[in-house]
T-cell receptor, first 108, second 114 residues
Framework: KNEVEQSPQNLTAQEGEFITINCSYS?????LHWLQQHPGGGIVSLFM???GKKKHGRLIATINIQEKHSSLHITASHPRDSAVYIC??????????FGAGTRLTVKP | DVKVTQSSRYLVKRTGEKVFLECVQD?????MFWYRQDPGLGLRLIYF???????EKGDIPEGYSVSREKKERFSLILESASTNQTSMYLC?????????????FGPGTRLTVL
């Protein structure tokens, strides 16, 4: 079993919908990253969290350390949000483990 | 802006060939990484380096080697390419001493081994 599980694996939404992507992990962590990978392959960092909640534009990321769970929310989704979203955890021994990613498609 | 570049976006090689993938970053980062990304498996760490001439094995180093002769350049070498090394290869760099800094990724190299 992967130490980092994302759900759903694939998600299709209509433009304007509110989207939630989930990440659960089974190890002790010091931080969690949300990454975005566009079809060209390049990955950009969206958030790094160690507690609570962060917001950047239409993106919101939350983490519950006790429940070992994080969510990435996208409000008022747009076709340009279509990408693969990857959750990555920083384990307490200071290495990273990645989820398999959630492929989001937002239709106009 | 930090820039991480990789030598090729797409590469096709034959089984048994020696393959060089190069990664260059322009922000004087100490830490550089090579990952491979396969469907359903996420990113997996091949090798990393915390300093010039220093290298450490990641989770899946078999069949690979690396070289870091200069701080800005980290090369991944497939000594004898095999079909199971067909994958997307991603390089990343970050400053600092832990993963609580932002990692910066290159655009990726999609390698096909025939």
């Amino acid at each position: 079993k992967n130490e980092v599980e994302q759900s759903p694996q694939n998600l299709t939404a209509q433009e304007g919908e509110f989207i939630t992507i989930n990440c659960s992990y089974s190890v002790g962590i010091s931080a969690l990253h949300w990454l975005q990978q566009h079809p060209g392959g390049g990955i950009v960092s969206l958030f790094m969290l160690s507690s609570g909640k962060k917001k950047h534009g239409r993106l919101i990321a939350t983490i519950n350390i006790q429940e070992k769970h994080s969510s990435l929310h996208i409000t008022a989704s747009h076709p340009r949000d279509s990408a693969v979203y990857i959750c990555a955890v920083v384990r307490n021994n200071n290495d990273m483990r990645f989820g398999a990613g959630t492929r989001l498609t937002v239709k106009p | 802006d930090v820039k991480v570049t990789q030598s090729s976006r797409y590469l096709v090689k034959r089984t048994g060939e020696k393959v060089f993938l190069e990664c260059v970053q322009d922000m004087d980062h100490e830490n550089m990484f090579w990952y491979r990304q396969d469907p359903g498996l996420g990113l997996r760490l091949i090798y990393f380096s915390y300093d010039v001439k220093m290298k450490e094995k990641g989770d899946i180093p078999e069949g690979y080697s690396v070289s870091r002769e200069k701080k800005e350049r980290f090369s991944l070498i497939l000594e004898s390419a095999s079909t199971n090394q067909t994958s997307m290869y991603l390089c990343a760099s970050y400053p600092g001493t832990g993963f609580t800094d932002t990692q910066y990724f290159g655009p990726g190299t999609r390698l096909t081994v025939l």
